[in-house]
């Protein structure tokens, strides 16, 4: 028996692979252009903790939103409160929304954390050659892994905890964004 939960198309699954084929292209080249821009470390692992950060939320965001309800969203709404209608379209798309969020911008921001752990690992050697090329790919792997799997970990609990807390505060965030648009 099919179930009516997703309103995934065929059309979909392809057009949510060549938008994140381009965006993954876009972010890798402006993520290398800015690290060679810096030529630091430090910089570099800064662009490194964001796209860590990046992928934390969007899990977060992309769990929460299968397990939220709708109810509190509507007495919100009727009380005119900002984010309460984008709140109610992120539970109302989940399928799509946890698929964005989980899939594409975490899977994005996770590939782009390790092409960018590559880099700091060769500035760390090129700065520090003392460290060995293998030590420095090492740790480099072992950093951007710990922090991605307990970063997630953490976030789960969080979201399966309070996903309707979480939903409103991207509907807010989106309120205020299309605000701003207007």
């Known amino acids: 028996m099919r179930s009516s939960k997703s309103s995934v198309s065929n059309r979909y699954i392809i057009l949510i692979g060549l938008v994140s084929f381009l965006i993954a292209i876009v972010m890798f080249w402006l993520t290398q252009a800015l690290a060679e821009v810096s030529k630091g470390v430090f910089l570099s692992f800064i662009?490194?903790?964001?796209?860590?950060?990046?992928?934390?939320?969007?899990?977060?965001?992309?769990?929460?939103?299968?397990?939220?309800?709708?109810?509190?969203?509507?007495?919100?709404?009727?009380?005119?409160?900002?984010?309460?209608?984008?709140g109610m379209f992120f539970i109302r798309n989940a399928d799509r929304v946890a698929n964005i969020c989980n899939d594409v911008i975490g899977d994005i921001a996770g590939t782009l954390s390790g092409a960018l752990g590559i880099t700091v690992a060769l500035q760390l050697l090129f700065s520090w050659p003392k460290i060995g090329e293998i030590w420095s790919s090492v740790l480099m792997t072992g950093l951007i892994a710990a922090l991605i799997v307990s970063g997630k970990a953490?976030?789960?609990?969080?979201?399966?905890?309070?996903?309707?807390?979480?939903?409103?505060?991207?509907?807010?965030?989106?309120?205020?964004?299309?605000?701003?648009?207007?």
Do not use: Y
């Not at 509507?74 to 409160?81: D, E, F, G, I, T």
């Not at 309070?162 to 207007?182: E, H, Q, T, W, Y």
């Open 47 to 86: 662009f490194l903790v964001f796209f860590i950060l990046i992928n934390i939320l969007s899990d977060i965001l992309g769990t929460a939103v299968t397990a939220a309800t709708e109810a509190p969203f509507h007495a919100k709404a009727a009380n005119k409160v900002a984010g309460a209608v984008e």
């Open 154 to 182: 953490a976030g789960k609990k969080i979201a399966l905890s309070r996903p309707n807390d979480i939903v409103f505060m991207a509907g807010v965030f989106l309120a205020a964004v299309k605000k701003l648009r207007r």
